[in-house]
């Protein structure tokens, strides 16, 4: 049986163990997020021989903003490491069409297990835990099978089945909370300052661009929740559920917004402290997402 740590359960992106495979296997449009087209499949310009960025430091500079915000939640090492057994598509061209289509499905069945390990750490979720436990190594056994066998995985089907089990630990946690229900909600570019959405159900909500300062999303389920250009300054997500960390790097916040313990505070949102102040216009607001 896994354990439920993400760094056990290797949920940490390690790119020094990865084929630089994020930069390769996925396309991206030319946008706010990506300076240039690139179809799936080819090596971005920018990705060195030895699988390095060679403008990492300076992404957000450059125009690769969207770099910043794309977490494969430890699926690049796996699929280099575990399933390709440490060989390159460098090294072996013969195995690079596998690869690329290998690590879309790895990282959703490693975003589920990440889901997965923090619903098992809700205490009041105790009543499915059993089944969250079974499911976690469900995936996880998934996630070592053979190439030829990941390919084919039917991913939707299983996130379904996943994505049940998530909601009913979800409810249970925030039970007796009264939190408002705005799963879906379109609340795009809002005007949320101050708002008491604690507990709230904002499953897939659309936050694109909402001002969110000094909000309390405390125990707000945020699975799925677009919160690119979101400003969450001063917002308080202590205990938030389901928010990873590509959803806060793709927000605003400030040294004051209160973050779950497992997330982190991105680099760019004290570089936006310093930086002169800049309009939040739709354009920015509505960035395409990476594909
Ligand atoms: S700019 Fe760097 S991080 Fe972004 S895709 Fe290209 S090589 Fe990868």
Same mark, same amino acid.
Request: proline share 0%; hydrophobic share 45%; aromatic share 16%.
């Given at each position: 049986m896994p354990g439920t740590n993400p760094r056990e359960l290797g949920l940490l992106a390690d790119c020094e163990s990865c084929f630089g495979l994020c930069c390769v296997a996925l396309p991206f449009s030319a946008s706010a997020d990506f300076a240039v087209d690139k179809d799936a499949g080819k090596p971005c310009h920018n990705l060195r021989e030895d699988f390095r960025c060679s403008i990492h430091q300076q992404l957000r500079q450059r125009g690769f903003p969207g770099c910043t915000v794309f977490d494969c939640f430890g699926a690049g090492q796996k699929v280099s490491q575990? !399933? #390709?057994? +440490?060989?390159?598509w460098r090294e072996a061209p013969g195995t690079a069409r596998q690869m690329y289509a290998v690590f879309p499905v790895m990282r959703q069945l490693h975003e589920l297990l990440w889901y997965l390990a923090e619903a098992l750490a809700l205490p009041a979720a105790a009543p499915v835990h059993a089944e969250l436990d079974a499911a976690l190594a469900e995936t996880d056994h998934l996630t070592r099978q053979p190439a030829d066998v990941l390919e084919k995985v039917d991913v939707a089907e299983h996130r379904a089945q996943v994505n049940a089990l998530l909601l009913r630990a979800s409810e249970l946690a925030r039970a007796g909370l009264k939190g408002k229900e705005r799963r879906g909600a379109d609340l795009i570019g809002a005007r949320l300052k101050g708002a008491g959405l604690r507990a709230a159900n904002l499953r897939g909500a659309y936050l694109i661009g909402a001002d969110l300062r000094g909000a309390d999303l405390r125990q707000a389920d945020l699975i799925g929740a677009d919160l690119r250009g979101a400003d969450l300054s001063a917002a308080d997500l202590t +205990?938030?559920? #389901?928010? !990873?960390q590509a959803q806060v790097n793709a927000a605003q916040g400030d040294a004051t917004t209160r973050l779950p313990a497992s997330l982190t505070r991105p680099a760019h949102w004290a570089e936006r402290a310093t930086a002169p102040k800049q309009g939040r216009g739709p354009n920015t607001a509505r960035r395409p997402r990476r594909r």
């Open positions: 575990v !399933t #390709f057994e +440490g060989r390159s +205990g938030a559920i #389901f928010l !990873t």
